[in-house]
């Protein structure tokens, strides 16, 4: 299901003196975040547009306008972080977006079940497909995953024996 708004992280803490703020990316890559100019805070989803915007180690430093000290900076901690599907490359789908999606198999057009989880592995992400049997995709394009279709709500993949969690 597409998304209007797409949860990247959240705001852990402050940074130094001057009014930044950290943000711990939720699954993505810290320098993709500096890609955006508006950020939309909180469960209100305030946009916000960052007088700076960088990487330091694995968070992204955040200044807003208007905060210029530690304390103002820390009134935005634990909040989450979101950016706007829009302003994203269309034709990758994040992983929140594939949570729910019918899952089946590409060779037999069998339901295998609903996709629930979605893990981050060195290798690759792996999928946990919920429905008679637990299987465990890993998210490999052209190898396991033959499409995800965000309109119709359905993702085809390549199942191997072996990949249902019961099997051995």
Sequence with gaps: MKLDFIQVGRIVNAHGIRGEVRLLPRG????????F??????KEKTPVVPTAN?????FVLLKFPGVDDMNAALTYKERPVFIRRDDADASVPFDEE???MDVKNADTGELLGKLTLVEDYPASKVFT???EKTYLIPAVPDVFIVSADLESN???????KGMAADEN
């Design 54 to 58: 960088h990487v330091h180690k694995s």
């Design 98 to 100: 594939l949570l729910g």
């Design 154 to 160: 359905v993702m085809e993949v390549h199942i191997l």
């Design 28 to 35: 993505f890559d810290p320098a993709f975040l500096t890609t």
């Design 129 to 131: 497909v919920t429905g």
């Design 37 to 42: 100019k508006t950020f939309y805070l909180g």
